[in-house]
């Protein structure tokens, strides 16, 4: 700390550098490192695999507690499993199952978990919290984490595909609020994430293109050799073979993970809004809650994608066939690209919102080819209306069911 009439250099504290009224000053100034590590592991739950246990704290030779807190459908399809691993390794874990549906995102949910550390009395910082679950579970448990005592440690063993690309390997948490997406929350990483796509057998198909439209979306935005290697397995991406994990599919979600974590490193508290990965979430996160039945998170970024692939094309930044590739690859993974909420009204009002949570300008990423992206500020309603229009005419005019390049 510094007390004198002294300002921090240009724009690290603009409060600092207002003129000051008469009397003594001080400015505080601190920095906080963050680090944490992402692994792939096969075989999480083996018995002989000490990873787990170390990550919660344990391992060595003696009782160690944490607070496990599972999603609900993980926790009737790998109890047994869990509980044999836990024995083995000596971890006394206190088990907290939670819902892990979109619809159970709320404050109450979080709080709940801060409840369960309480009772348990957990220590501050050398027992863990466990997040094992998808997104919605990751979300709340990381958000619940931060809170409690203004921070303690937690680990996350991603379960869904989304839950493993993307909500399991950024420092985002959160829980919805006012029919908002993620409207209240913290930056807070995790001590560790644990990625075993053994996990993904159990996953719902439905679950499995829900998180390949993220997957897509880091093709669009940074990777055209993911965007092939995503044509060309196109048909053969199942639950059994992204838990299978061979080749092709381990380069998939590997070139995911790293590209998502490129872009997030530099970025972590999003001091810069023109983000990249925010493609596909200008108009989602309004609309996504508000479908009627609810569309999936993955769902909502396909067809807000599909929108800016037009938006992108009218504006001549992307070329006819990479348009086409680019809708034709969201269907092919069944993904959604219109959808009836998706309303010209509605997309002006979600563009709104997207101004507000940019600060002030849209800032909305479209591709430049595909695997680059630019940042348009002046999209105006009646563009968004001939983008919508566009997209409606392609479906319209493309042989339903086609699949794109050849299943491997
Ligand atoms: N924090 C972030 O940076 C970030 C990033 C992307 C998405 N998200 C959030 O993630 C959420 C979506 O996550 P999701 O798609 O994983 O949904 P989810 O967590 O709701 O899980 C989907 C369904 O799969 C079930 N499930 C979980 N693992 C399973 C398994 N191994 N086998 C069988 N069923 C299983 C769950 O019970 C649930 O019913 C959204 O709320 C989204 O906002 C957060
Ligand atoms: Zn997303």
Redesign the pocket.
Known sequence: MSRSETSLPAGLNPVADLPKPPGLHWNVRADQPVAYSVSMVRGLLDADNPTLARACGGGQGRPFRCLLVI????DS?YREQLAEYFDRWQIQATWQVVQ???DA?YLEQAVRVTEAMSRMGILRRAEKVVAV???????IV?FAASMYRRGVPYVRV??????QI??GI?V???I?YGHH??RLGAYFAPELTLIDPE??R???PR?VA??MA?IIKMALVKDAVLFDLLEATVGSITPDTLAGCGSALSEVLSRAISGMLDELEPNLWEQVLERSVDYGHTFSPSLELRADPPL???EAVAVDMAICVALAHLRGHLSKSDTDRALKLLQGFQLPISHPIFTPELLEEALADAVKHRDGLQRVPLTRGIGSVVFANDLTAEELGRALEFVGSWKATTAEGELVGAAV
Do not use: R
């Open positions: 999603d609900s459908v993980v399809l892990g549906d979109e995102k679950g998808g997104g919605v579970v990751l979300d990381g991603p379960t869904t595909l989304v839950g993307d909500a950024g985002k948490t959160g919805n997406k993620n996990f993904l159990t996953i719902d679950h829900n998180g993220e999936l998170h993955g």
